[in-house]
T-cell receptor, first 106, second 116 residues
């Protein structure tokens, strides 16, 4: 079993839809990152979470440490949100989920 | 925000040559940097963790003599792919951990290596 499980692997949505991407993990962590990778390869760290919830614009990230689960939500999705979203665990080293490829259609 | 710069962004080399990729933190000191490789349509794979002034910690299956990592200063880590072969062709990415125990993670733009 992978240490980091992300779902779904692929997600297609219509513009305006509410998007949820999930990340479950099986190891102890000091922090969890949500990353966004665009087709060109560039990666941006969207959130770093160690507890609770964070919001930035249309993006919301939550984490439940007891349940070892985190979610990334995108409200009012837009085609420019199309990217691969990756969950990454930080505990002295880094472990990555397989990524969720999101396509938002106009 | 903090910026991490990677250079070169792409490189083509002949089989058997060595290629060096630089990762610089431009406006902060990074005691820890990470190196990853990524194959097409796959997620990031951590290759090694690089701590300033000490030897890198390599992930299982990553040849340390093949992928030499040097982190001689708080703002620079280098990855050298030695005696490159076509199977080393990949997208290599670095990231730097921001200051503080569980600091923010900042990524370089990535370096695409093609070995002919």
């Amino acid at each position: 079993k992978n240490e980091v499980e992300q779902s779904p692997q692929n997600l297609t949505a219509q513009e305006g839809e509410f998007i949820t991407i999930n990340c479950s993990y099986s190891v102890g962590i000091s922090a969890l990152h949500w990353l966004q990778q665009h087709p060109g390869g560039g990666i941006v760290s969207l959130f770093m979470l160690s507890s609770g919830k964070k919001k930035h614009g249309r993006l919301i990230a939550t984490i439940n440490i007891q349940e070892k689960h985190s979610s990334l939500h995108i409200t009012a999705s837009h085609p420019r949100d199309s990217a691969v979203y990756i969950c990454a665990l930080n505990n002295n080293d880094m472990r990555f989920g397989a990524g969720t490829r999101l396509t938002v259609k106009p | 925000g903090a910026v991490v710069s990677q250079h070169p962004s792409w490189v083509i080399c002949k089989s058997g040559t060595s290629v060096k990729i630089e990762c610089r933190s431009l406006d902060f000191q990074a005691t820890t940097m990470f190196w990853y490789r990524q194959f097409p349509k796959q997620s990031l794979m951590l290759m090694a963790t690089s701590n300033e002034g000490s030897k890198a910690t390599y992930e299982q299956g990553v040849e340390k003599d093949k992928f030499l990592i040097n982190h001689a200063s708080l703002t620079l880590s280098t990855l050298t792919v030695t005696s490159a072969h076509p199977e080393d062709s990949s997208f290599y990415i670095c990231s730097a951990l921001g200051q503080g125990g569980i600091g923010e993670l900042f990524f370089g733009e990535g370096s695409r290596l093609t070995v002919l």
